[in-house]
Nanobody, 115 residues
Framework: QVQVVESGGGLVQPGGSLRLSCAASGNNLNIYLMGWYRQAPGKQRELVATITSGRATAYANSVKGRFTISRDNAKNTVYLQMNNLQPEDTAVYYC?????????WGQGTQVTVSS
């Protein structure tokens, strides 16, 4: 089976930064697509950013210029560098990883932006 674990969430002031990490573990992973999603209170889960094994990236308009997604293929780990965080970024952030046959979700990590 595949396990997906996020880390790096926490409380930060507006304008601050956080870096989230997500590590996938298991046998014969062959991960193609990794991405971050978030769900704020009272809202639907939305895509934040994705990255392929070839490091092609895509971002939601709301985070362009502030967030950067990256990955270490050897470690099966994806990162989300979040800069200039704002209160509207407050949400539970979820990691999703995909191989050619299945998708796997992490448990989520809380990001709270508040003064």
């Amino acid at each position: 089976q595949v396990q997906v674990v996020e880390s790096g969430g926490g409380l930060v002031q507006p304008g601050g930064s956080l870096r989230l990490s997500c590590a996938a573990s298991g046998n014969n992973l062959n991960i193609y697509l990794m991405g971050w999603y978030r769900q704020a209170p009272g809202k639907q889960r939305e895509l934040v950013a994705t990255i392929t094994s070839g490091r092609a990236t895509a971002y939601a308009n709301s985070v362009k210029g502030r967030f950067t997604i990256s990955r270490d293929n050897a470690k099966n780990t994806v990162y989300l560098q979040m800069n200039n965080l704002q209160p509207e970024d407050t949400a539970v952030y979820y990691c999703k990883v995909s191989n050619w046959g299945s998708e796997y979700w992490g448990q989520g990590t809380q990001v709270t932006v508040s003064s």
